[in-house]
């Protein structure tokens, strides 16, 4: 008699929260999740957006609930998990995702624009950590954040953006260690450049005419000669938040196209 096999990469039974849900990285990562059987929790900023991308899983026959979150709010990121534990009853999984870009030196930068990218960037990860560790206590659950290749190493004119992800791998590494004894495990990914519409955006309003061209560049920065996909990301995400990855703790890992390589 055959023995049965485990299907890997399996998520079945478990709910997933992802900030930063409604939209590029994250709806890939909420929409990989949920093919492979989690109940999925879109938390967003944009009511409209995560509203839309919960509808699109339940469409496709999915588990998904729209819970509006502003994760720079303490108050409202609160409210938010107390709302998920009201719906869905427990949290295996958070995905700290939510996030912004930005383009300039240390010079260049406006206290405005730092603030803004702590506050989301890191304060975001910071809150929505903690007010998921008592769930994911219980379920001895596990974290994934959104890092970048810009915490590894120096990329021009990402002052405050390597900042801001410089502390995500750090928190990360500290969550680790911090709640081992509890069975949860931490990782964070770090990516290089993904297409997706903030590129587009940058592109459109930086080099209005030239955008296939600098596009061109941008993806050339890889030495794989591309940028990465939103829905690669969410492979690797899926990965580290798998059973699969049980050994795996406290890691930084790149998504980088070869860049570190070379």
């Known amino acids: 008699m055959a023995v049965p096999t485990k299907v890997p990469f399996r998520l079945d039974g478990k709910v ?17 999740f949920a093919q492979q059987g989690a109940r999925v929790a879109v938390l967003e900023l944009d009511r409209h957006a995560g509203e839309a991308a919960a509808a699109e899983l339940q469409a496709a026959g999915y588990e998904a609930v729209a819970i ?31 996030g912004i870009g930005h383009v300039g030196t ?16 890191v304060k975001g990860v910071y809150l929505c950590t903690r007010a998921a560790l008592p769930m994911l206590m219980t379920s001895r659950g596990t974290i994934c954040n959104l890092a970048s290749i810009a915490s590894l190493i120096g990329i021009a004119d990402r002052f405050a953006y390597s900042m801001t ?9 500290s969550i680790a260690i911090d709640y081992l004894q509890y069975g949860i495990r931490c990782n964070c990914v770090c990516p290089a450049r993904i297409h997706t519409p903030f590129v587009d955006g940058y592109l ?7 955008e296939a061209e600098m596009f061109d560049t941008l993806a050339k920065w890889q030495p794989i000669g591309r940028m990465g996909t939103p829905q690669e990301v969410a492979d690797l995400v899926l990965y580290l938040c798998s059973d699969e990855a049980g050994f795996v703790t406290g890691q930084a890992v790149p998504l980088d196209g070869g860049k570190l390589v070379f």
């Open 106 to 121: 240390c010079a260049t930068t406006t206290e405005a624009d730092f603030d803004k990218l702590f506050a989301v960037n």
């Open 16 to 32: 997933a929260a992802i900030t930063g849900a409604g939209s590029g990285i994250g709806k890939a990562i909420a929409e990989r």
């Open 204 to 210: 459109q309003k930086n080099y209005p005419g030239k």
């Open 165 to 173: 992800k410089g502390a995500v791998l750090t928190m990360t590494k």
């Open 68 to 98: 509006p979150c502003d994760v720079t709010r303490d108050a409202e990121v609160r409210t938010a998990f107390a709302t998920l534990q009201e719906q869905c009853g427990r949290l295996d999984l958070l995905v700290n995702n939510a």
